[in-house]
């Protein structure tokens, strides 16, 4: 059994459709051959040179959602290629949950973390469109894609989902454990340094255009003007934690921002107020205990890797995410060298609390 494209854009369009009613959202669900999107209204307008970047786009991902203008893309051409029904079934449920994420995610507010951290992963100039997969949202989607596929077709296909099984499982660990070993401060170092690289703040400030089209932009900005100066430098922690709307803020934003290794390079322990001192124990307290885990949870995929790379069966499944996986042994590094910086300024932070108690 084979699908054909009409199937296909109607098992997409039931997905979706479902998907999206339970969070009571709406978005312009666009199951569309390469030939089809190029003829759209998406592309009618486009110059010939986003035209052919638009293709070569639809030649290399299984889909895509666009906030300016609510569409959700399925390239049904991809699907199509596959040979296998259960494959086929699989990954276009896998692209239509991850496409529906990004959808939902478009809801996340400012101030909450997911919102935040996806706004800084884009400011890092030096990353973007290279580490893509690697950006929190991505994450996010990737890992909500695979356990609602699974979910589908252990509901709809299940003789399909067993042939399948060691497959959907080990995606699904592995997305796993790269969703918890995301580094929220070394995500804002790497901003920081594109946006210093440009010399300005302009690289948090949107364009006008830009602003017009999404007020959350605005927002974002907002944000990091709670932390930073205008040249760049962060402000005092008791300048930080008295302005109005620190409060409104996700307290792992606080932490990230804090537990970074851009802030805590400008930090002068002397000069801090009890207040100041309480909100940084607890920032270091929260990220070096999840350091911890998360260099457990990185030899974890570690050993999945291996397993990948040693059965050729599965590499040539999994030959797709093999880059990523050959990348863990340096972020385990990276880990490392930063759990220590944090550990160590923790440590002097609990030191100054018995200095100020023997001194009271």
Not at 110 to 126: K, Q, V, W
Not at 134 to 143: D, H, P, Q, T
Request: include cysteine; glycine fraction near 2%; charge should be positive.
């Amino acid at each position: 059994m084979d699908l054909s494209l009409r199937d296909i854009k109607s098992i997409a369009h039931n997905i979706l459709d479902e998907e999206l009613s339970s969070h009571d959202l709406k978005a312009n669900i666009m199951p569309y051959t390469f030939v089809e999107y190029s003829g759209s209204r998406t592309l009618r307008k486009r110059t010939i040179f986003e035209k052919i970047s638009k293709w070569i786009k639809g030649h290399s991902v299984g889909g895509f959602y666009k906030a300016s203008t609510n569409d959700i893309v399925i390239f049904i051409d991809r699907i199509k290629k596959i040979k296998k029904f259960d494959k086929q079934i699989f990954k276009l449920a896998f692209i239509c949950y991850h496409e529906a994420r990004h959808r939902e995610q478009a809801e996340f507010s400012p101030h909450s973390y997911e919102g935040f951290m996806d706004f800084t992963d884009r400011l890092d100039i030096f990353d973007y469109g290279l580490a893509h997969d690697s950006f929190s949202l991505e994450i996010g989607a990737n890992l909500y894609g695979a356990r609602k596929a699974k979910e589908y077709m252990l509901k709809k296909y299940p003789q399909e989902y067993e042939s399948q099984k060691e497959y959907i499982t080990l995606l699904e660990q592995i997305y796993y454990y790269q969703y918890l070993t995301y580094d929220a401060p070394v995500r804002i170092d790497a901003a920081l340094a594109s946006i210093k690289l440009m010399n300005s703040i302009s690289k948090i400030k949107a364009t006008k255009k830009e602003v017009k089209k999404n007020t959350k932009i605005k927002q974002y900005e907002a944000i990091y003007a709670i932390f930073l100066n205008e040249d760049l430098t962060f402000k005092s922690i008791d300048e930080i934690i008295n302005n109005k709307d620190f409060i409104k803020l996700d307290k792992k934003i606080i932490y990230a921002m804090f537990s970074s290794k851009s802030f805590l390079s400008t930090l002068d322990l002397d000069a801090l107020s009890q207040n100041g001192l309480q909100i940084l124990h607890e920032s270091l307290a929260y990220t070096c205990s999840l350091d911890a885990k998360q260099i457990e949870w990185q030899k974890e995929l570690q050993k999945i890797k291996m397993s990948i790379l040693g059965n050729k069966h599965l590499k040539d499944k999994f030959d797709f995410i093999i880059k990523d996986l050959t990348n863990i042994s340096f972020s385990t590094f990276s880990k490392s060298s930063n759990t220590n910086m944090r550990k160590n300024y923790l440590n002097m932070v609990e030191q100054k609390f018995q200095d100020n108690y023997k001194t009271m």
